[in-house]
C-alpha cells in the first residue's frame, strides 16, 4: 500500500526465534530484521532499502556473552556496549571489547548489535577484523537447517554475506586461544567515525618465535578479509623488524585496497602498512 508516494511497511514483532524463522520462511527477501536500527533505519530513511516487512527481534532472547564446550557464545542481539562491559570478553579475548570501545557515539553502541554489525556486511565494519583474527564462526538457523558458518566465508561483497533470505543469524562462537591480539583503525577524524582502514591481528608466539599468526583488515578490500598470504611469511619463523615489514606489505598487497569517498586506494596502502606493522612489532614485542 502506497500513500503520497510512501510505501507502507509491515512491522512484526515476533516473540521467540521459532516464531521469527517461521515469518522468515514465509516472507522471504521481502522481510528485513531490525535489531538496533543503527544501519537499516537511516539506509530506509535515505530511501536505499524499502522492506515490504520489518521483522523486530527485541523481544527474543538473543542478548547473552555465555561459555560454553570451550567457546564463548555471544547472541546476535548483543550490543557493543555489553561486549565492552562483559567480564568474559574482557578476560578471554580483550580485542572485541577493545574494537567495540571505538564504534561511534555511545547511543550507537547502547543501540547497535554484534549480529547486525555482521549482516550488513559492510567493509568498513569495526568488529569483522577482531572476530576473523580471532577465527569466529556463526551459528545460523532456518525453520528446518541449523549449520555453523566460518566467518572468513560469510562475507561475500558489499553488503551481501553467504546468509539465506530465510535464515537467522543467531550466535557468534569464538575459540578462545593463547596469544595476544590487537585492534587498530584509522577514520577521517580521530573519533566516532567509519573506519579508513581497520585491521586485527592475533599471535601466538614462543621465545621471539612466532608460532602461529591470524590477520586481518577491513575497510581497504570490498570485504573484511584475512590475509592467508601473508601470515605464511611468519609461521615458524624468528620475528624481527624487517621480516615483519615485508609481512604487512604483502597483507596490504593481499587486500588490494580501494578508493572510495572516504580515501584514495594510494593512503590506504600508505596508513594500512604503516598500522600493520606497528601493530605486528607490539605483539612480537621487539
Known amino acids: ?29 521481502k522481510a528485513m530484521v531490525l535489531a538496533g536500527g543503527t ?27 555465555k561459555q560454553k564446550k570451550g567457546q ?74 541449523e549449520r555453523i558458518v566460518p566467518l572468513e566465508k560469510f562475507f561475500v561483497g558489499p553488503g551481501k ?10 550466535e557468534i562462537r569464538i575459540s578462545p586461544s593463547k596469544g595476544k591480539a590487537h585492534f587498530f583503525k584509522l577514520g577521517r577524524r580521530k573519533a566516532m567515525t567509519l573506519s579508513v582502514v581497520n585491521g586485527a591481528v592475533w599471535m601466538d608466539r614462543d621465545d621471539g618465535k612466532c608460532i602461529s599468526v591470524r590477520i586481518a583488515l577491513g575497510s581497504v578490500a570490498p570485504t573484511p578479509i584475512r590475509c592467508y598470504q601473508a601470515e605464511t611469511l611468519l609461521k615458524g619463523k624468528k620475528l624481527n623488524k624487517a621480516l615483519i615489514a615485508d609481512c604487512a606489505k604483502a597483507a596490504i598487497a593481499e587486500s588490494q585496497p580501494i578508493d572510495d569517498q572516504r580515501s584514495s586506494a594510494w593512503y ?7 598500522l600493520l606493522t606497528r601493530t605486528l612489532i607490539s605483539l612480537a614485542n621487539l
Not at 580483550?94 to 555511545?106: F, S
Request: proline share 6%; net charge neutral; glycine share 10%.
Open 72 to 145: 564463548i557464545w555471544i547472541g546476535a542481539g548483543t550490543t557493543w556496549t555489553d561486549l565492552i562491559a562483559n567480564p568474559l570478553i574482557g578476560q578471554q579475548v580483550p580485542v572485541l571489547a577493545e574494537a567495540a570501545k571505538q564504534g561511534g557515539v555511545l547511543a550507537t553502541r547502547n543501540a547497535g548489535t554484534i549480529g547486525g554489525n555482521l549482516v550488513n556486511a559492510s567493509p568498513a565494519s569495526d568488529l569483522a577484523p577482531p572476530l576473523l583474527a580471532l577465527n569466529a564462526k556463526l551459528f545460523l538457523r532456518n525453520k528446518g537447517r
Open 161 to 170: 554475506t553467504s546468509r539465506m533470505p530465510d535464515e537467522l543469524l543467531c
Open 268 to 274: 590506504r596502502r600508505k596508513a594500512g602498512e604503516a
Open 39 to 65: 544501519d537499516l533505519v537511516p539506509r530506509m530513511n535515505n530511501g536505499e532499502v524499502s522492506p515490504d516487512i520489518i521483522l523486530y527481534m527485541g523481544a527474543i532472547r538473543l542478548r547473552y556473552i
Open 1 to 29: 500500500m502506497e500513500e503520497g508516494g510512501m510505501k507502507e511497511n509491515i512491522f512484526l514483532s515476533p516473540k521467540s526465534v521459532e516464531e521469527l524463522l517461521q515469518a522468515l520462511a514465509k516472507h522471504g527477501e
